[in-house]
T-cell receptor, first 114, second 113 residues
Framework: EAGVVQSPRYKIIEKKQPVAFWCNPI?????LYWYLQNLGQGPELLIRYENEEAVDDSQLPKDRFSAERLKGVDSTLKIQPAELGDSAVYLC????????????FGQGTRLTVV | GNSVTQMEGPVTLSEEAFLTINCTYTATGYPSLFWYVQYPGEGLQLLLKATKADDKGSNKGFEATYRKETTSFHLEKGSVQVSDSAVYFC????????????FGQGTRLTINP
């Protein structure tokens, strides 16, 4: 069974440019998460989807970050415009539902803003 | 708010040594507790979990016991292997599920042959 797939694995962009990350969760998983992991830190939740609905986006900086999960499957996280401080690893995870104790993580996208 | 504090790394041990990685937490209720592991080049994987006080989670020779009185969930293994080299994250969730995981900062473990 395929795990959570993220692309790209690495991205280097200049500041003020837009960037987008893509995530394909495990088939059948209704809950999808985007996490931000700064260097040397643990992941921090940005947004959680239940199917296509964003049920917790309280930590998403909405001035420059946006996310969507059309049709309740794949998801895209976008930053526009990117800032130097956005350099980090962006992790996607999925679980059967929000009450399930196991979240499965993708390998992440490492973003470098120069 | 909820928080998790882990033993600072990096930790370097020899093969077959005993491992302890300390984890303490702050939470308003009775959270579920988790250890996740990240092997080089891979995504985070759930290693073990405990959902109530005095529960012991175990997997792959690793163990951790949910201690409410000391608000701790220390990870232990009796004899580590080179293949255990990874970054270990302690985490909690207020709701029992994965929907609001709060992670510690991670502890990098290196095992030398």
């Amino acid at each position: 069974e395929a795990g959570v797939v993220q692309s790209p694995r690495y991205k280097i962009i200049e500041k003020k440019q837009p960037v987008a990350f893509w995530c394909n969760p495990i088939s059948g998983h209704n809950t999808l998460y985007w996490y931000l992991q700064n260097l040397g830190q643990g992941p921090e939740l940005l947004i959680r989807y239940e199917n296509e609905e964003a049920v917790d986006d309280s930590q998403l900086p909405k001035d420059r970050f946006s996310a969507e999960r059309l049709k309740g499957v794949d998801s895209t996280l976008k930053i526009q415009p990117a800032e130097l401080g956005d350099s980090a690893v962006y992790l996607c995870a999925s679980s059967l539902d929000g009450m399930n104790t196991e979240a499965f993580f993708g390998q992440g996208t490492r973003l470098t803003v120069v | 708010g909820n928080s998790v504090t882990q033993m600072e790394g990096p930790v370097t041990l020899s093969e077959e040594a005993f491992l302890t990685i300390n984890c303490t937490y702050t939470a308003t209720g009775y959270p579920s507790l988790f250890w996740y592991v990240q092997y080089p080049g891979e995504g985070l994987q759930l290693l073990l979990k405990a959902t109530k006080a005095d529960d012991k989670g175990s997997n792959k020779g690793f163990e951790a016991t949910y201690r409410k009185e000391t608000t701790s969930f220390h990870l232990e293994k009796g004899s580590v292997q080179v293949s255990d080299s990874a970054v270990y994250f302690c985490a909690l969730s207020d709701f029992g599920g994965a929907q609001k995981l709060v992670f510690g900062q991670g502890t990098r473990l290196t095992i030398n042959p």
